[in-house]
């Protein structure tokens, strides 16, 4: 199972950014998707995650509302659009993919056992 976040940069306050983790080595449909985050000084926390057939996703509160998780199947690879950005939003963003033949997804980070590399968003003025 490999992954590969990309996307990442430094952005101004309310400006937007797309990542995004392509997957590859696995089959994809059987794995659910899902972005974590950690920064400076605090732990990992869940964002968002895409279950995976894409029909049901879930989002943390913080990011209700400006951030939108999508897959594309045929690509292997997942999105997330990050609108809106807010300064809290600095972090290093990471994918992650879990076996779940379920319909749901879950932001559990324990529940993922295969993890890209990470991405540095950077909202500043």
């Known amino acids: 199972v490999q992954l590969q976040a990309s996307g990442g940069g430094l952005v101004q306050p309310g400006g937007s950014l797309r990542l995004s983790c392509a997957a590859s080595g696995f089959t994809f449909d059987n794995y659910a998707i899902g972005w974590f985050r950690q920064a400076p000084g605090k732990e990992r926390e869940g964002v968002s995650c895409i279950s995976r057939d894409g029909d049901r996703s879930y989002y943390e509160d913080f990011v209700k509302g400006r951030f939108t998780i999508s897959r594309d199947g045929a690509k292997k690879v997942v999105h997330l659009q990050m609108n809106n950005l807010k300064p809290e939003d600095t972090a290093v963003y990471y994918c992650?993919?879990?076996?779940?033949?379920?319909?749901?997804?879950?932001?559990?980070?324990?529940?993922?056992?295969?993890w890209g590399q990470g991405t540095l968003v950077t909202v500043s003025s």
């Open positions: 992650a993919a879990e076996e779940f033949l379920g319909i749901t997804c879950s932001t559990a980070a324990r529940r993922y056992d295969s």
